[in-house]
T-cell receptor, first 114, second 114 residues
Framework: NAGVTQTPKFQVLKTGQSMTLQCAQD?????MYWYRQDPGMGLRLIYY???????DKGEVPNGYNVSRLNKREFSLRLESAAPSQTSVYFC?????????????FGPGTRLTVL | AQSVTQLGSHVSVSEGALVLLRCNYS??????LFWYVQYPNQGLQLLLK??????LVKGINGFEAEFKKSETSFHLTKPSAHMSDAAEYFC????????????FGKGTHLIIQP
């Protein structure tokens, strides 16, 4: 039982390049999330997926797209990377829709855009 | 919109001393509240959560927190600090009615002095 896994762990991009961050969970969770963490800012929600086949914008969605490929996988795509997207990206999942359900986090992807 | 404020970006205590990390929330309705811990270069791990079942919540590693509606607070405490408690701590809230994601405070870095 690996929990929430993310690939890659580290990535360096040049401005304008594209890439996809991958996230998978093996806990049979329904809801999945993408957050970004910036120094002194805490974590901010980019997109979430309440269930397979649905996605919704969070607080900071501009410059990103997501795909809920199936129940296990939720990917985050940067179409044209910008230096402002340099951050640590965390994927999370939770079992259902209850507000009190615990969100479980992956180890993160550290992205640098030059 | 809700917000979470953590007083003190850095808190330093001596090993064996009381740990007190402050969290205040601002919400039109009392939210559900969470404390997460992040060790260096790792993802976030749940310490405890308030689900309205009890105002005093006990978590892992000897931490506890008390929900005080009158003070809109959910401060985290531990009677005796251990070197292994050195980490970043995040308070987070969710109250529904909008994006189904956590709203995080900016974090408090806990330093343990030997």
């Amino acid at each position: 039982n690996a929990g929430v896994t993310q690939t890659p762990k580290f990535q360096v991009l040049k401005t304008g390049q594209s890439m996809t961050l991958q996230c998978a969970q093996d806990m049979n969770h329904n809801s999945m999330y993408w957050y970004r963490q910036d120094p002194g800012m805490g974590l901010r929600l980019i997109y979430y997926s309440a269930s397979e086949g649905t996605t919704d914008k969070g607080e900071v969605p501009n410059g990103y797209n997501v795909s809920r490929l199936n129940k296990r996988e939720f990917s985050l795509r940067l179409e044209s990377a910008a230096p402002s997207q340099t951050s640590v990206y965390f994927c999370a999942s939770k079992a259902g829709l209850a507000l009190t359900d615990t969100q479980y986090f992956g180890p993160g992807t550290r992205l640098t855009v030059l | 919109a809700q917000s979470v404020t953590q007083l003190g970006s850095h808190v330093s205590v001596s090993e064996g001393a009381l740990v007190l990390l402050r969290c205040n929330y601002s919400s039109s309705v009392p939210p559900y509240l969470f404390w997460y811990v992040q060790y260096p270069n790792q993802g976030l791990q749940l310490l405890l959560k308030y689900t309205s079942a009890a105002t005093l919540v006990k978590g892992i590693n000897g931490f506890e927190a008390e929900f005080k509606k009158s003070e809109t607070s959910f401060h985290l405490t531990k009677p005796s600090a251990h070197m292994s408690d050195a980490a970043e701590y995040f308070c987070a809230a969710i109250s529904g009615g909008g994006a189904d994601g956590l709203t995080f405070g900016k974090g408090t870095h806990l330093i343990i002095q030997p």
